[in-house]
């Protein structure tokens, strides 16, 4: 299948701080990518869209101006946490859509803990 | 309103035996039904996907039973191994390239 690379796989940081996590897809250009939450032991919570060239399309109840996504190009999509607090201590996951297919592809998650 | 129904939340089946997980879906405009497989702190990975068009699809030890009528599609995994222990979620889209819905997941565990 398509490869989906997620950086960094875990990061600590300080209260008030930002961290950027980056989603590429390797093998395949991805018009499409979504960026998801999960807490332990629940299923995956869709954030927001994220479309190449436009702006991300955000969930209901997530706030657009503390996780910022840019989608600059084709393989590329970053997701910032900004003014991290220790609620936003998650499990982070990246997918990225292969256009006409419909499959979805995932990357490996980015483990935030933030002190 | 959840629109993916997945059951059991969790399940536990001994070495060789068949784990079987099943999903409801409410949405009749859903044509695409992937099943992911999750292990712990790690991203989920496609394991097969079924569309409409089709009431089985057999990939190795994993086959997907989907009932359109029902609105349900089942995962079964035939001899089960303790290397499937993992989290499974169901899924599902309508038309190529829109958004998945999950449903909430089910934590297998093969007892060796």
């Given amino acids: 299948g398509a490869v989906v690379s997620q950086h960094p796989s875990w990061v600590i940081c300080k209260s008030g701080t930002s961290v950027k996590i980056e989603c590429r897809s390797l093998d395949f250009q991805a018009t499409t990518m979504f960026w998801y939450r999960q807490f332990p032991k629940q299923s995956l919570m869709l954030m927001a869209t994220s479309n190449e060239g436009s702006k991300a399309t955000y969930e209901q109840g997530v706030e657009k101006d503390k996780f910022l996504i840019n989608h600059a190009s084709l393989t590329l999509s970053t997701l910032t946490v900004t003014s991290a607090h220790p609620e936003d201590s998650s499990f982070y996951i990246c997918s990225a859509l292969v256009a006409g297919t419909g499959e979805l592809f995932f990357g490996e998650g980015s483990r935030l803990t933030v002190l | ?112």
Avoid at chain 2, 55 to 79: C, P, V, W, Y
Avoid at chain 2, 89 to 104: H, K, P, V
Wanted: aromatic share 12%; hydrophobic share 35%.
């Fill in chain 2, 1 to 112: 309103q959840q629109q993916v129904k997945q059951s059991p939340q969790s399940l536990i089946v001994q070495k060789g035996g068949i784990s079987i997980i099943n999903c409801a879906y409410e949405n009749t405009a859903f044509d695409y039904f992937p099943w992911y497989q999750q292990f712990p702190g790690k991203g989920p990975a496609l394991l097969i996907a079924i569309r409409p068009d089709v009431s089985e699809k057999k990939e190795g030890r994993f086959t997907i039973s989907f009932n359109k009528s029902a609105k349900q599609f089942s995962l079964h995994i035939m001899d089960s191994q303790p290397g499937d222990s993992a989290t499974y979620f169901c899924a599902a889209s309508s038309d190529a390239g829109n958004m998945l819905t999950f449903g909430g997941g089910t934590r297998l565990m093969v007892k060796p």
